[in-house]
C-alpha cells in the first residue's frame, strides 16, 4: 500500500521528470535569459511533488518527500548547498509545524526514521545504489551492478534492522519476510508499475489501455507472490509494545549496527550491536502493575457492539467479543487482537458470551485461534457454533446462571442473571437479549456491571433478585453501570436504575449506527437521575482502575474530540 499510493520514491521519481521536462522547454531561445533553467526545473519539480501528495491525500510520507524536495528547491533558489541532514531536519519541522498531532502516527516515525537510518548509515558511500562518481566512471559496467546491489542490500538490512522499535510500537509484529518482499515489489513497483500506470493514466486511451494492462499483470502476480510469502508460518513475529527503556536501548545498539563504514572491519561490534534490539523481544511489557483487591475495566473501542476486559493481579476476564461485519470484518481481529498483542496477553482465564447476537459474538472465532482461553461461560443454546467451535479446542465450557460467584486475588465476580432454571428455548426463543449474562465484578471500593442486551423483562427480573441484603453489600461502593443493550429504549428501566443508583454509566455502541443507540430517552433519563453517562463515539477506548482503598476510581478516557469533551462536561 505504501508503494502504490505514498511512496517518497515514487514522489521524487515524479517530481525529477517535471523537472526535467520543464528544464527542456524551458532552454529555447532566451527564456533562460529570464529564469536560469535550474531555477525554473526546482520549482517545476516542487509543483509536480506537491501534485502527487495532493492525490495521494498528503498522507505523511508524501508531505516529507514533498517538503524535501521543496527544499532543495528553495535552497538552489537562495544559492545554497544544504548537507542531506538539514534538508531532513527542514523537512520534518515544517510537517510538525503544520500538522503538530503528526507524531502521534505511525506514518510520521517509520518514514523520517527510514530516511533518517539511510542518510545515517550510507554516509558518504560513494556509488551509493550503483551511480558511478568521478573515477568509478571508468569501472567495468558488471562491477557496477554488483555495486548496486551490494548497496541496495545494505540499505535494505539498514531500514529493516532501524525501524525495528517503531514497527513493535505501533503494529507489535516484525515482518521476516519484508526485505526478500521488498527486493520483489520495490523495483516492479517503482520501475515498471508506476512509470505504465501514470503513462496509461496521461495518454489517451488508445494508447494508455495497453499500458495499463501489463501494470495490472504485474501487480496481480505480484499479490500471488506476497500472499505465498505471508502464508509462511514464520513469515511474522508478534510481541508485546516495547517500554521506553528498552527502546532506548536498542536505539543506542541500532546506531552501531548500522553506522557507515566498511563492514567487514567493524563487523564484531556491529553483531553486538544487533544484539541490543533483541531486547525489544525478550523484555515483555506488562504495562499493568495491581496489587490483590484490584483490578481494571479497560471498555475497547469497537464500534456497534460489546467487548470489555477486565483484570486483576495474575487473572484476566474477556466480557463479549465485538461485532463482526460480512465475513472476515470482525472486531476481533480488528481491535481486540491487536490490542491483547500490543499488552503482551496470549492467556485469558475466562471467556464470558453474554448471549449470541452477533454483536457480542462476531470476533469469537478468530480470537480461538490465537489466543488461549481456560474457560468460556454465557447464556447460548446447544445448537449455537461458537460452542461447537469451542469444545472442538477442548475449552471447558459453563452456563451463566444467576447466583454464580468467584474471587479473584481478592476480586469478586457475581452474575445476577439469567436464572438457573431459565431454559433458552423455552423462555427466551426469539429474544436472546433477555438471557444475556450480568456480570457483576467488586471490590471493596467499586462495584462494576456488565449487562449485555438485558431488557425490560429481565431488568424486572434483577429488580427482584436485588433484596436488602444483596444492596446492603454494594451500597457504600462506587456503582460503575452499563447501559444495557448499548442504551437501547427498550432497557435502562427507572425501576433498575433506581434500584441500583449508579454513580456512574457508559454504552458501547458505533457512530451514528442505524439503531439509534443511545435513544435520547434513555440519556435523558441518566442526565435526569444525575448519572453521568459516557459514551465510546465520544469518548473512544475507556481504562477504569479500581482501587482497594478509599481512592475513587481511576477512568481514563480517550476523547475523540475536544469540542464534544468540554460539551460532555458541560452537561
Known amino acids: 500500500m505504501h508503494l502504490i499510493s505514498i511512496s517518497g520514491l515514487h514522489v521524487t521519481m515524479l517530481a525529477g521528470l517535471g523537472a526535467g521536462l520543464a528544464a527542456k522547454l524551458w532552454r529555447r531561445k532566451s527564456l533562460p535569459l529570464l529564469i536560469p533553467v535550474s531555477k525554473l526545473a526546482a520549482v517545476s519539480g516542487f509543483v509536480t511533488a506537491f501534485f502527487y501528495a495532493w492525490l495521494a491525500g498528503f498522507q505523511i510520507p508524501a508531505q516529507r518527500t514533498m517538503y524535501m524536495v521543496g527544499v532543495v528547491a528553495f535552497a538552489l533558489w537562495s544559492g545554497r548547498n544544504p548537507r542531506s541532514f538539514d534538508i531532513w531536519w527542514w523537512a520534518l519541522a515544517v510537517v510538525v509545524l503544520i500538522d503538530p498531532m503528526a507524531p502521534y502516527t505511525p506514518g510520521f516515525w517509520l518514514s523520517f526514521g527510514a530516511v533518517a537510518a539511510i542518510l545515517y548509515g550510507m554516509g558518504s558511500s560513494a556509488g551509493l545504489l550503483g551511480i558511478p562518481t568521478g573515477k568509478e566512471l571508468e569501472v567495468h559496467w558488471r562491477q557496477r551492478i554488483i555495486q548496486a546491489l551490494r548497496e541496495a542490500c545494505r540499505v535494505q538490512v ?107 572491519k567493524s563487523w564484531r561490534s556491529r553483531i553486538l550491536g544487533v544484539s541490543l534490539p533483541a531486547l525489544l523481544f525478550l523484555v515483555p511489557n506488562s504495562g499493568l502493575n495491581l496489587r490483590d483487591g484490584e483490578f481494571r475495566a479497560t471498555v475497547l473501542d469497537i464500534g456497534q457492539g460489546t467487548s470489555v476486559l477486565i483484570e486483576t493481579a495474575s487473572k484476566k476476564l474477556l466480557y463479549d467479543t465485538g461485532p463482526i461485519q460480512g465475513k472476515k470484518d470482525d472486531a476481533g481481529n480488528r481491535v481486540i487482537l491487536p490490542y491483547l498483542r500490543g499488552r503482551g496477553i496470549d492467556r485469558v482465564d475466562r471467556l464470558v458470551i453474554s448471549h449470541s447476537d452477533s454483536d457480542h459474538v462476531g ?183 479500581f482501587p482497594n482503598t478509599g481512592e475513587a476510581p481511576k477512568k481514563r478516557i480517550f476523547w475523540r474530540d475536544e469540542a464534544k469533551r468540554l460539551w460532555h462536561r458541560r452537561e
Open 363 to 545: 470476533g469469537a472465532a478468530t480470537l480461538l485461534k490465537e489466543v488461549r482461553f481456560d474457560l468460556m461461560m454465557g447464556s447460548l443454546p446447544i445448537s449455537n457454533p461458537l460452542l461447537k467451535n469451542v469444545q472442538a479446542r477442548k475449552i471447558s465450557t459453563l452456563p451463566c446462571r444467576f447466583g454464580q460467584s468467584w474471587v479473584w486475588d481478592g476480586v469478586e465476580f457475581h452474575v445476577w442473571h439469567p436464572h438457573e432454571e431459565t431454559i433458552f428455548e423455552f423462555q427466551y426463543p426469539a429474544k436472546p437479549n433477555e438471557m444475556s449474562c450480568v456480570l457483576e465484578v467488586r471490590n471493596q471500593t467499586t462495584s462494576f456491571w456488565l449487562t449485555g442486551d438485558v431488557e425490560k423483562q429481565a431488568e424486572a427480573e434483577m429488580v427482584g433478585r436485588l433484596d436488602m441484603a444483596a444492596l446492603e453489600e454494594i451500597e457504600d461502593k462506587e456503582l460503575i453501570f452499563m447501559a444495557p443493550h448499548h442504551g437501547s429504549k427498550t432497557s435502562s428501566s427507572e425501576a433498575l436504575l433506581i434500584r441500583l443508583s449508579p454513580d456512574q454509566a457508559f454504552a458501547q455502541n458505533g457512530y451514528r449506527n442505524r439503531y439509534g443507540h443511545p435513544h435520547p430517552i434513555v440519556t435523558s433519563r441518566y442526565r435526569t437521575l444525575g448519572i453521568p453517562f459516557y459514551q465510546s463515539p465520544i469518548t473512544g477506548a475507556q481504562i477504569w482502575t
Open 158 to 264: 539498514i531500514v529493516t534492522i532501524a525501524l525495528l522499535p517503531f514497527t513493535l510500537y505501533w503494529f507489535y509484529q516484525v515482518s521476516i519476510v519484508s526485505p526478500l518482499a521488498n527486493a520483489f515489489a520495490i523495483p516492479l513497483v517503482s520501475y515498471i508499475v508506476t512509470p505504465l500506470a501514470i503513462g496509461g493514466a496521461l495518454l489517451p486511451d488508445f494508447i494508455g489501455k495497453w499500458l495499463l494492462l501489463p501494470a495490472h499483470a504485474s501487480m496481480e502476480y505480484l499479490a500471488v507472490m506476497l500472499r505465498w510469502m505471508a502464508s509462511w508460518k514464520w513469515a511474522v513475529v508478534w510481541s508485546s509494545q516495547p517500554t521506553w527503556w528498552v527502546m532506548l536501548v536498542s536505539g543506542v545498539g541500532i546506531i552501531a549496527a548500522i553506522r557507515p563504514g566498511s563492514i567487514k
